[in-house]
């Protein structure tokens, strides 16, 4: 019974404090759409695969959104046909390189300067490297949820061959996907590029913003959108803090400190933590500053580099995006780049 109180607490506490930023990054998502011209914005994007991943990851500090904010926002990107790697870059940076999360870690660790720089420098490089690395798809088609890959307007076409594989795309679109991602997401393929609804039930096309509507009416809209967002991406959420508290109360703390001794050890344990906790990047330095002294420098970095691109929740909202696959690439390739920078700190530099 003790376990079970001790989890539904932190289970609400996890809940309750990446709510606001889900909420923020919900909204940040339906102002692109409302607010900002598509078309001029994928015109100001590098067209360089590598400069357009390191743009993209830099930007995150122009959206101060946390690892459940950012995901609505760069799904955003990817249906108004924002180059893949900008998008990926900033889904992994983003939850790093804001000034919220600088300021708390600066906070948190004052004493050790290299700590709050090294974060930052390592979450640009890691998302600069992932983002660059999807450069190589060209078509989005195989790696996104099918609910998001039918709306990409500036996605090309899928080969024949992937065509042939899929007879019956559009059929099984429909019935596969499930309701909460069918509905809730605009998409701009109306008459003469006109934002429309996914779930056109909702609301009717002939209603949704245009460039000449009032303001009023696009507030209203901006509003509607995030609603839906918000009821889309929420129960994954809620799915995954409830495992994230689960893995928390039945994990003892004597166990993982026990396996935080050798500089490689250390470095795997920490990356562990730090998906399983799913502590929220605004005050994940808080909790890392705990271990501080049991665990290397180099464990503490991965842990503060890698939870706020891949934890169990943003896993659950992630795969609203993409699918499950290529969550899995994501988070083998930033896990993996993250243990080999974090390692290269514990031999050679601390």
Not at 3 to 30: D, I, K, R, Y
Not at 330 to 347: C, D, E, G, H, I
Request: aromatic share 10%.
């Amino acid at each position: 019974m003790n376990q079970l109180n001790n989890g539904f607490t932190l289970f609400l506490s996890l809940l309750v404090e990446a709510m606001p930023f889900l909420l923020l990054g919900v909204l940040l998502s339906s102002l692109l759409l409302f607010f900002v011209d598509e078309r001029k914005l994928v015109e100001k994007m590098p067209k360089n695969p590598l400069l357009g991943a390191l743009v993209g990851s830099a930007i995150g500090f122009l959206f101060p959104v946390c690892e459940c904010g950012n995901v609505p926002v760069a799904r955003r990107f990817l249906i108004q046909g924002v180059p893949t790697p900008v998008a990926i870059g900033f889904l992994l940076a983003a939850p790093t390189i804001n000034p919220v999360v600088i300021w708390a870690t600066w906070t948190a660790f004052r004493d050790q300067p290299e700590i709050v720089v090294l974060r930052v420098v390592f979450s640009l490089l890691i998302a600069t490297i992932v983002g660059f690395v999807f450069s190589f798809q060209k078509d989005l088609n195989p790696i996104v949820q099918p609910a998001i890959a039918r709306y990409m307007k500036f996605n090309p076409p899928a080969p024949p061959e992937t065509k042939r594989r899929s007879k019956g795309y559009q059929v099984e679109q429909s019935a596969a996907v499930p309701n909460l991602l069918q509905s809730g997401t605009y998409i701009l393929g109306g008459k003469a590029g006109l934002p429309m609804r996914i779930d056109a039930n909702l609301v009717p096309p002939t209603i949704i913003s245009t460039p000449n509507k009032p303001l009023a009416d696009k507030l209203r809209l901006v509003v509607d959108n995030s609603i839906q967002e918000l009821r889309e991406l929420g129960g994954v959420m809620v799915l995954g803090s409830a495992i994230a508290a689960a893995i928390q109360v039945l994990a003892p703390r004597e166990l993982i400190l026990s396996l935080g001794a050798g500089p490689i050890s250390s470095i795997v344990v920490m990356l562990i933590l730090a998906a399983v906790v799913s502590i929220c990047s605004t005050v994940d330095s808080f909790f890392a500053l705990s271990f501080a002294s049991t665990f290397s420098s180099g464990s503490l970095l991965a842990f503060l580099v890698f939870g706020p691109m891949i934890d169990i929740k943003g896993i659950g909202l992630m795969l609203s995006i993409f699918k499950p696959k290529t969550v899995f690439y994501l988070f083998a390739l930033a896990a993996q780049l993250t243990f080999v920078l974090t390692l290269f700190l514990n031999l050679h530099v601390f």
